[in-house]
């Protein structure tokens, strides 16, 4: 079954306005990570906050609360922190083009690491 993309399209629209401050969740450590609605009351937004955001958007709805979803970390060439991005469906891609819902043939060519993966939130 195709999944639908606009509500992808909405949630990658909506977090890439967030406020984005330095780098300061680490990507090894997800029992770490905030829970949706602290990430929300802290409002310390780093790349990784902003995908776990998208993440938390997502899977806190009836319609992709059982939908599989990982988060991938990169360093990009042209980048000097690293970058993060939300997999959702093994098919599409979030936060690798602002406001936009890339496939997954075209992350294919990025080199990453899978941070973390799941049905359930970490």
């Not at 899977?59 to 992709?64: A, C, E, N, V």
Request: charged share 30%.
């Amino acid at each position: 079954m195709e999944l639908d993309q606009e509500p992808l399209v909405r949630v990658a629209d909506l977090w890439s306005r967030a406020p984005f401050v330095n780098p300061y969740l680490d990507p090894k450590n997800p029992a770490d990570w905030p829970d949706p609605w602290h990430l929300i009351l802290d409002l310390k937004l780093d790349d990784l906050a902003i995908c776990l955001g998208m993440l938390y958007t997502l899977k806190l709805t009836q319609r992709f609360m059982d939908t599989k979803c990982e988060i991938h970390m990169s360093m990009l060439p042209e980048k000097h922190n690293k970058r993060f991005f939300l997999v959702v469906d093994h098919n599409h891609v979030l936060n690798l083009t602002p406001r936009s819902v890339d496939d997954r043939k075209s992350f294919d060519q990025i080199r990453t690491d899978k941070i973390w993966a799941g049905h359930e939130l970490p």
